[in-house]
């Protein structure tokens, strides 16, 4: 009898268990559902237009151009980014284009994660200035410069500061004429799961 209560028991703490272990597996599931959302995939169209459409901006596209300023490449990479993303010396980063699209993919997955702390996904949908405001427009603005993007989402457009040649609003107005915004709808909407990682 008292084995037969031992096992009775032992099968409730496992049965127990096995709950536990499935609600912790359903939660992290859940909690990586989220990341379609915001995370692009490398191969998927829309990111690749994306990118095509920022290195346009940038630079035309010429992996080997380095402006008054000393940016360099595709993506206008400062020597401190090219030291954080690139990891490699610039001479090195302006001969590869590989690498060059390496570390703009780890610049726009450390974008996206600024984007999210910061709480700046809560302007999605909003108009400023007459720019809606979508998760690609909030990757250019980091990328064109986070503090001039913080300014001008917080003044709804007052603070529009500018790098000497064009303003952060207009920049990001031509970026949107260009871009199809229901690209980077997606990235936030989670309408294509091919935003995954």
């Known amino acids: 009898m008292f084995n037969l209560k031992l096992q009775i028991m032992k099968f409730v703490l496992a049965s127990m268990l096995l709950f536990c272990f499935q609600g912790m597996t359903e939660a992290t599931v859940n909690k990586r559902a989220d990341i379609p959302n915001v995370i692009p995939l490398v191969h998927t169209e829309e990111y690749q237009e994306f990118k095509s459409t920022l290195g346009y901006f940038e630079s035309r596209g010429d992996y080997s151009v380095v402006n008054s300023w000393g940016f360099k490449g595709k993506y206008q990479f400062s020597d401190y980014m090219i ?27 450390h974008y996206i994660s600024y984007v999210k702390r910061a709480g700046y996904t809560r302007f999605i949908g909003r108009y400023i200035g007459g720019t809606k405001i979508t ?10 410069s986070p503090s001039y993007l913080h300014r001008w989402l917080h003044s709804n457009g007052r603070e529009n500061s500018d790098d000497g040649y064009i303003s952060i609003g207009a920049y990001l107005s031509r970026f949107n004429q260009v ?12 309408k294509n799961q091919s935003f995954a990682v």
């Open 83 to 109: 030291g954080k993303f690139a990891k490699v010396p610039p001479n090195v980063f302006l001969a590869s284009p590989a690498i060059q699209e390496q570390a703009m993919t780890a610049v726009i997955r």
């Open 179 to 190: 871009y199809n915004d229901n690209c980077s709808d997606r990235m936030i909407e989670g």
């Open 135 to 144: 998760m690609a427009t909030l990757l250019v603005g980091c990328h064109f």
